[in-house]
Nanobody, 123 residues
């Protein structure tokens, strides 16, 4: 049974930083491209960032480039999203996503989703 378990969400002031994590189990982690999506109230879920299964390639939504960094630790089957210079518009539920052997998560059918972690940025 595949599980993606997010952690690390919370409340932070604008300009602050937060790191969220996603621990995977039940899958061969190093064969999956991993990433993050987010969904704000009343909005559609959107891609935030992704990292390929081999770890060499990352991609990001334009609005988070230069502020967010995605990384993975294959030994721990965990993917991270370091979020700096947070803005109120970053407030959303952040979802971990996994897709096997994909160059990107953008526009792809995701194989597995996590349950989400709330990130709230106060102004």
């Amino acid at each position: 049974q595949v599980q993606l378990v997010e952690s690390g969400g919370g409340l932070v002031q604008a300009g602050g930083s937060l790191r969220i994590s996603c621990a995977a189990s039940g899958l061969t982690f190093n064969t999956y491209t991993m990433g993050w999506f987010r969904q704000a109230p009343g909005k559609e879920r959107e891609f935030v960032g992704g990292v390929t299964w081999y770890g060499a390639k990352t991609d990001y939504q334009d609005s988070v480039k230069g502020r967010f960094t995605i990384s993975r630790d294959n030994a721990k089957s965990t993917v991270y999203l370091q979020m700096n210079s947070l803005k109120p518009e970053d407030t959303a539920v952040y979802y971990c996503a996994a897709k096997r052997y994909s160059r990107t998560l953008v526009g792809r059918d995701i194989d597995y989703w996590g349950q989400g972690t709330q990130v709230t940025v106060s102004s």
